[in-house]
């Protein structure tokens, strides 16, 4: 599903990651971890497209990302959900607006929109929220709304930077079973955090990076 070989980034010299050769299957549940700067959220944006690789190759679903056209590229993100690190919400439009539009650009129906944005904006404890704006929002409930954004589409892959930063023990917990959830029903997800709390206990697979390298695999 994802296949990184020999990726290297570098910014104006500076190197944010560095011969990472990774794969993921179909249907895995990997956490990307390791200290602030290390590349966690530059390798997320190469694997969603919004960042090119100073080197090396990039397969997501089959797809060589460095031969993709515009439009292809389009068409892959509509299966890739990203939780982005900042959020990304538009605070010009509401909370159901935030989370609709991604199926607008997907091209469904206004009845299916209406009916999937409320479903997933509840699953994340959001309901009543719908016509209220981001900056009226908790952080908490700000990434929550981010979450529901990219989940509303039914990704194939999510991406998750940072997903829980901003939220209490209970609601951390909550979103992790939540990403659970999606997994078992079949969504390959990646989750880049520093959080202890979130690793410890699981048997999730985990990908240590340092300084743009991969150091440890458990
Ligand atoms: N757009 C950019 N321009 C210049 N340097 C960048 C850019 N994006 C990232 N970097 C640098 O690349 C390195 C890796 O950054 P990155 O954001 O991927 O780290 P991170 O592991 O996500 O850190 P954090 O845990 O703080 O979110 C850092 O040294 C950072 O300064
Ligand atoms: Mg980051």
Redesign the pocket.
């Given at each position: 599903m994802i296949r990184l070989f020999h990726v290297y980034k570098s910014?104006?010299g500076?190197p944010?990651l560095r011969d990472i050769s990774i794969h993921v299957r179909k249907g895995e549940f990997v956490f990307v971890t390791?200290?602030?700067?290390?590349?966690?959220?530059?390798?997320l944006r190469i694997l969603f497209g919004s960042e090119k690789p100073s080197s090396g190759h990039i397969l997501i679903n089959g797809i060589n990302l460095g031969r993709i056209r515009r439009k292809q590229l389009d068409l892959l993100r509509r299966k890739i959900g990203f939780v982005f690190?900042d959020f990304k919400l538009l605070n010009n439009k509401t909370i159901f607006e935030n989370v609709a539009i991604a199926l607008e650009v997907a091209g469904h129906g206004p009845g299916y929109i209406r009916k999937k944005t409320r479903q997933t904006l509840r699953s994340l404890g959001l309901a009543g929220k719908e016509g209220a704006y981001p900056l009226q929002l908790s952080g908490g409930e700000q990434q929550r709304v981010a979450i529901a954004r990219a989940l509303v589409k039914d990704p194939l892959i999510l991406l998750a930077?940072?997903p829980t930063g901003n939220l209490d023990p209970d609601l951390t917990r909550e979103i992790m079973v939540l990403f659970r959830t999606i997994h078992m029903k079949g969504t390959t997800v990646v989750v880049?955090t520093?959080s202890r709390e979130l690793l410890q206990g699981t048997a999730i697979r985990k990908i240590f990076?340092d300084k743009?390298r991969v150091v440890k695999e458990e």
């Open positions: 910014f104006g500076n944010a390791g200290p602030s700067g290390a590349g966690k959220t530059t390798l690190q930077d940072e880049a520093h990076l743009g």
